[in-house]
């Protein structure tokens, strides 16, 4: 079946420096790719997305890229805070799929202070 | 605006046993879904309504699984019997009726622990 990949697992930087995490979807006809942030206890909540007639999208400290034609896409997180610390997934969307949303296995993040 | 609430946030059965988790969503989403998020994996669709009727339940272990949206509002899922690898994290999300794609919009999720 269709699925998304994520890489790394967990992922651990200094404050300050960057964090880069990597998604590719097997799913050719998927059009919208979220990435949602996951504090401890709560629910994911979104925070940069993407559709498929973009390249790239930036918002402050955080940028999504898209390369549709490897089905490759990023988060990109500079000046990393401690309070990026959490768990990030990725998601592609099919509006026309059986799986409406499919999402990645999430990455750890920690920022060291 | 309110969240998406559900409820109760944790709930510990033995196995063979039920449970029962509520969702009532942002007032206005026509679009509800409930996900099952075990522990260091992302969230699994199980059912996703629109209104009152179900969009897809591909993913539903139907023969445990149940769930409802009987006035197009809220839902509740139930797991009837419940078995060790059901422990897990049920999420429900909700999102705007006609928005062909769109953000998520999730509550904070029942933790499941079936000893």
């Known amino acids: 079946g269709e699925n998304v990949e994520q890489h790394p697992s967990t992922l651990s930087v200094q404050e300050g420096d960057s964090a880069v995490i990597k998604c590719t979807y097997s799913?050719?006809?998927?059009?919208?790719f979220p990435w949602y942030k996951q504090e401890l206890g709560k629910g994911p909540q979104l925070i940069i997305d993407i559709r498929s007639n973009v390249g790239e999208k930036k918002d402050q400290r955080i940028a999504v890229t898209l390369n549709k034609t490897a089905k490759h896409f990023s988060l990109h997180i500079t000046e990393t805070q401690p309070e990026d610390s959490a768990v990030y997934f990725c998601a592609a969307y099919n509006p026309s799929g059986t799986y409406k949303y499919i999402f990645g296995t999430g990455t750890r993040l920690k920022v060291l202070a | 605006e309110a969240g998406v609430a559900q409820s109760p946030r944790y709930k510990i059965i033995e196995k063979r046993q039920s449970v029962a988790f509520w969702c009532n969503p942002i007032s206005g989403h026509a679009t509800l879904y409930w996900y099952q998020q075990i522990l260091g994996q992302g969230p699994k669709l199980l059912i996703q309504f629109q209104n009152n009727g179900v969009v897809d339940d591909s993913q539903l272990p139907k023969d445990r699984f149940s769930a409802e949206r009987l006035k197009g509002v809220d839902s509740t899922l139930k797991i009837q019997p419940a078995k060790l690898e059901d422990s897990a994290v049920y999420l429900c999300a909700s999102s705007p009726v006609g928005r062909n794609t769109g953000e998520l919009f999730f509550g904070e999720g029942s933790r499941l622990t079936v000893l």
């Open positions: 799913d050719s006809a998927s059009n919208y």
